[in-house]
């Protein structure tokens, strides 16, 4: 039996491109980029550990292409990237703390918030996704997806300004794009309507344009569902039709309140 499993094994197309790597590269690019542990008061300090950095991306491109020209290109462009990149990210950083009263600090924002850690590498794996370099930014964005319970879908395009508070549960789809100014709680999913394997080029998630806020565990679907500018999306709606600019939308429950006393004692059971 253990034959038939290794021959099939090696009759699967392999790719020995290291998870860890990846992992380990990631890690180290946000440190660096933030000084998370304050590591490098020292400018030639800083740019030899850019240049490390660079070798260590490059030894991981050569794991998925033999071209050894390309992976020189590809690397110096993520570099040449990683200003706007960076600029970009501290914007998003200033949103977290200007709209989540319980932020005290960047320093805070930067080691402890789920939310900010998966923006910072979604924004990463997006270059390489542009890139059309296979499974490393999937890798980035998986990694990020089992640390934090955020899954954010390499190939979305998101604005600037964008604020993931607390986070847990998000899903946003390869399709999805979203404006800026666009806040969204935990339990949110942008997702797809089904749809068949042969139209998976199609824009199969929904466009949230600028300035809109969504509430925890609201779910809104399809490609054709647009939510409009200035809209607020209420907690636990479900939405696959767009919405026009500055609409709010929730979902209304009812809730009875009664005096307990106008029940009999439950039964109390042993499991």
Request: aromatic share 10%; proline share 4%.
């Given at each position: ?172 789809g390869e ?85 307990k006393s ?7 059971y042993v499991?």
């Amino acid at each position: 039996m253990s034959y038939s499993i290794y021959i099939r094994n090696q009759e699967r197309t392999r790719n020995p491109i290291n998870k860890n790597q990846v992992e380990s590269w990631l890690d180290e690019l946000i440190n660096w980029l933030f000084d998370i542990n304050q590591e490098y008061n020292n400018y030639r300090f800083f740019q030899n550990k850019e240049k490390l950095l660079q070798l260590k991306l490059q030894d991981v491109l050569a794991k998925v292409t033999d071209e050894t020209n390309q992976i020189k290109v590809n690397s110096n462009y993520f570099f040449e990237n990683l200003e706007r990149i960076h600029f970009v990210l501290i914007n998003d950083l200033e949103t977290i703390i200007n709209f989540d009263p319980a932020a005290k600090s960047k320093e805070e924002v930067l080691i402890a918030y789920p939310g900010f850690f998966a923006i910072t590498a979604y924004r990463i794996a997006n270059v390489f996704w542009k890139l059309n370099i296979p499974i490393i930014p999937r890798i980035i964005t998986e990694y990020v997806h089992s640390r934090t319970g955020i899954d954010i879908h390499p190939g979305a395009e998101i604005g600037e300004n964008f604020f993931i508070d607390h986070g847990t549960g998000i899903v946003i789809g390869e399709t999805t794009k979203i404006g800026n100014n666009v806040k969204i709680y935990q339990g949110v999913t942008l997702g797809a309507l089904s749809v068949s394997k042969d139209h998976a080029s199609d824009k199969r998630h929904p466009t949230i344009e600028d300035h809109v806020t969504i509430y925890a565990n609201a779910t809104i679907l399809g490609g054709n569902t647009i939510i409009g500018a200035n809209s607020v999306i209420g907690g636990n709606v479900w939405l696959t039709h767009s919405v026009p600019q500055s609409s709010l939308v929730y979902h209304k429950s009812e809730i009875e309140i009664k005096k307990k006393s106008e029940f009999p004692e439950p039964l109390n059971y042993v499991i």
